[in-house]
Every structure is written in C-alpha cells, then in structure tokens.
Nanobody, 124 residues
C-alpha cells in the first residue's frame, strides 16, 4: 500500500521561509518522478515543481522560479520543497505526488499517488 505524507506547512509572514517535506512508502521511491502541487480556495490545483527520479532534472512554475527549490533524498524516501521569499499569493494547500514519468508543464492527471496535503498560509 502506497502512502504519501506531507509535513512542514504553517503560518508565516510575507518574506519568510518554510521547508516542506514529503515521505513516500510502499513504492520504489527512486523509480518515480516527484512533484509538488498547490490549491488555493476557489482555484484549480496547479503544478509548482517537479524533480526526476534521480534529481537530474527539475522544473518550476514561473510564479515560484527563483524562490522555491525542490530536492529529494532517495536514501530517505523523502522529497523537499524549500520556499523562500514567500508571498500572500503562495497561500494554499500543498500536495506531494508521485508519477512514473516527469512531463512538464505539470499536470495533476499524470500523478497517481497523492498525499493529503499540508497547509501553507502567508500573512501580509
């Protein structure tokens, strides 16, 4: 049984930083492309960043490029998202997801395994 669990969300002031983590079990972690998505109230889920199975390729949405960094530690089955210079418009539920392939721009339909999400709230 595959389990994907996010952590690290919280409330932060604009300009601050947060680091999200995602652990996955029940799958061969280093066989999977991993992605971060987010969904704000009343909006569609959008792709934020993804990283190939061994970390050689990374992709970022334009809205977060230069501020967010995606990384992974395959020895720990863990995915990370370092978020710096946070803005109120980054407020959303953040989800981690796994896919056999990395296709960009990210589409949620390409990811078969999802976590429950972790809330990020950025105050102005």
């Amino acid at each position: 049984q595959v389990q994907v669990v996010e952590s690290g969300g919280g409330l932060v002031q604009a300009g601050g930083s947060l680091r999200l983590a995602c652990t996955a079990s029940g799958l061969t972690f280093d066989d999977y492309c991993m992605g971060w998505f987010r969904q704000a109230p009343g909006k569609e889920r959008e792709g934020v960043a993804c990283i190939s199975s061994h970390g050689g390729t990374r992709w970022y949405a334009g809205s977060v490029s230069g501020r967010f960094t995606i990384s992974r530690d395959n020895a720990k089955n863990t995915l990370y998202l370092q978020m710096n210079s946070l803005k109120p418009e980054d407020t959303a539920m953040y989800y981690c997801a796994a896919s056999p392939t990395c296709m960009t721009p990210l589409q949620a339909s390409g990811f078969g395994y999802w976590g429950q999400g972790t809330q990020v709230t950025v105050s102005s």
